[in-house]
């Protein structure tokens, strides 16, 4: 039977309670306190070590999906400088350089990335990114790249599907 919405996330707030509470209450500051103080807040937080890196990446989504660019930056930086490395942190950051206005910067930006995470969404994203300077400039060459990159992504994705079908050694079944 197949679960509604309101199902789903029940589940996952009683799975990872602290998890909730936790970006409960970084949303709670922001509305608070503002975006600077809570990016404040979210940057010493950060520079102590054990800081969930999941906390960070969400933050920085929401800023972006808010368009607070300035702030999202402030995050992205003080994660790099802890040198965090993941392949969601490296999308994040392309993303928040195109909306700076930085679209060389975003596109070299997810080319390296992708050469380092060879995962189906990074390769998307230099795809879209490629997709989008075409959209703007209206040269094939990035038109005939967008395809490329997202016919490579394809390609990586159905590994992805082959490799998580293949049963786990050592597991019960």
Known sequence: MARGPTENKASRSTKYPDVVREWRTILARLRRSGVQKTCDHVETLVRSDPYPLTFGLRLIEYLLKRREHNAAGRIIEALERRAVRDPLLDELHSSWLWCMGRRGAALRFAL??????????????????????????????QRKKAEQYWRQAHVIVKREEEEDAKPRTGQKP
């Open 112 to 141: 390296k990335s992708a050469r380092r995470w060879p995962v189906s969404y990074v390769v998307h994203m230099v795809g879209t990114i490629y997709r989008a300077m075409y959209n703007r400039t209206g040269f094939e060459y």
